[in-house]
């Protein structure tokens, strides 16, 4: 069997198998809405009206970064940062600036509601797949640049989240970790056995910010450029190596221990105290390390680092850390496209 037949015949509820989705009620604060994203531990969840069961959005980290960016950046005479002029949301982010100061108060009746966070970065705005439709479905919408589909039943309600981690986390199990001579025979995919490099030979420059910038420089440059994550390097000569990463899921950390001070370090201090903070809170496991390849890695072994570290990206890096370019799995739903739209 090859890799088109699998993508077109599995279908995306077999995907998600004993999934309980967990949803935010549309009438809950934003405040309460975001504890309750960071709690559950998911990087995004849709947000329902309890009364009708209608799905009104999804929210997630961008989401919540997109708020941050609003309450926070303002030059000295109060004007928002021009980082948000690139999306008009007309009266929506006015009423949020002019009454996010309403978050600190105790009235419960006077704080802004989850839903007007609910696709307010329109980068990875909602989408919806009937649970039934085949993998390829899901991977087309994927390569797109879209993380994450709502998956319904045939009257519209919500069967569960599908997620690009989820199709990497099911090739990756098709691929198990082979002994040294040996090759999977049951599956064939030529493409997946050549070097990370060969498929992605223009290694194109990664977008990064050096180490001593702070970490809202971080964030606005993220949310500018559209990426949910970026490489914290140190410029040496013409050279940059990299030294950690940060993405907008990290702003959980920020949220969970209302250190908002944080949001003004030197990102990479940030790295490297939020590192600390995870392994205390995991007995000692390192719960945001860097992940890297060499640049003849072939794609399956890559594939397979992605699904076992649970990381949306690697990063290529030659010898001494010396950063190269970087692999997302938007690049990875990309490639898997090509190989649907191959004809036999």
């Not at 390829?136 to 994927?142: M, T």
């Not at 309600?157 to 090759?183: E, H, M, R, T, W």
């Not at 949306?312 to 496209?337: A, C, N, P």
């Amino acid at each position: 069997m090859d890799i088109k037949t699998i993508l077109n015949e599995t279908k995306c509820c077999d995907l998600i198998k004993g999934q309980i989705p967990i949803t935010i009620d549309s009438a809950k604060s934003v405040e309460e809405g975001c504890k309750e994203l960071v709690e559950h531990q998911f990087t995004s969840a849709p947000i329902i009206d309890k009364k009708t069961g209608k799905i009104i959005g999804m929210l997630d980290y961008r989401d919540l970064v997109a708020f941050i960016l609003l309450v926070f950046s303002k030059d000295k005479d109060g004007k928002t940062q021009e980082i948000f002029l690139d999306y008009d949301r007309g009266s929506k982010i006015k009423y949020i600036v002019e009454n996010a100061s309403k978050l600190s108060q105790e009235d419960e009746n006077s704080k802004l509601s989850i839903h007007l966070l609910a696709d307010l970065s329109t980068k990875n705005p909602t989408n919806t797949l009937l649970y039934t439709s085949p993998v390829s479905k899901a991977v087309e919408i994927f390569s797109n640049g879209i993380h994450r589909l709502i998956l319904t039943k045939e009257d519209g309600s919500l069967y569960g989240i599908l997620s690009q981690s989820n199709v990497v986390k099911y090739l990756a199990d098709l691929f198990p970790v082979q002994i040294p001579g040996q090759k999977n025979n049951k599956i064939k995919w030529e493409l997946g056995e050549k070097a990370i490099s060969s498929v992605r030979p223009e290694l194109n420059e990664v977008i990064s910010v050096d180490r001593y910038a702070t970490v809202m420089d971080a964030l606005r440059l993220m949310y500018k450029s559209t990426i949910s994550s970026i490489a914290i390097v140190e410029a040496k000569g013409t050279k940059k190596y990299l030294r950690g990463n940060i993405s907008l899921t990290d702003i959980k950390e920020v949220i969970k221990n209302n250190k908002w001070r944080l949001l003004w370090y030197p990102v990479g201090n940030f790295f490297e105290e939020i590192r600390k903070m995870q392994e205390f809170e995991n007995n000692g496991l390192d719960r945001v390390p860097t992940f890297t390849v060499g640049t003849e890695t072939s794609v399956i072994k890559v594939i397979q680092k992605l699904a076992v570290t649970k990381g949306h990206r690697i990063w290529i890096v030659s010898e001494g850390d010396s950063l190269k370019s970087v692999y997302s799995l938007t690049d990875f739903m990309k490639l898997l496209q090509s190989e649907l739209n191959k004809t036999q």
